[in-house]
């Protein structure tokens, strides 16, 4: 198991439930894969930096979690077809790995 974070930008004029119940989506393909959530962090809305998918604003949220790479796979082919979320990154959190 290694030590993953993703950044996840969501829709701004999506309501706080739609928020979560889409959070709750990939928190429950993490713990399906037998990950598990570290920490989860609201970021609130900000402004982008370009316009994505006609949109000046973004709701960020950071979830830190440990998993394998088969369930990275799985919450990147999720994330590209949901059209709430903008913009999503998951890299390895380095420091924090056991190797």
Do not use: C
Request: net charge neutral.
């Amino acid at each position: 198991m290694r030590n993953y974070e993703i950044m996840l930008i969501f829709d701004a004029s999506l309501e706080e439930n739609d928020i979560e119940k889409e959070l709750k989506k990939v928190t429950s393909i993490i713990e399906k894969g037998k990950g598990s959530v570290i920490d989860s962090q609201k970021w609130g809305t900000r402004k982008l930096a370009y316009p994505i998918k006609h949109q000046e604003n973004g709701y960020y949220h950071l979830i830190n979690f440990t998993s394998n790479e088969t369930v990275i796979n799985e919450i990147d082919r999720v994330n590209k077809i949901n059209d709430k979320i903008l913009r999503h990154l998951i890299v390895k959190d380095e420091k924090s790995s056991a190797v």
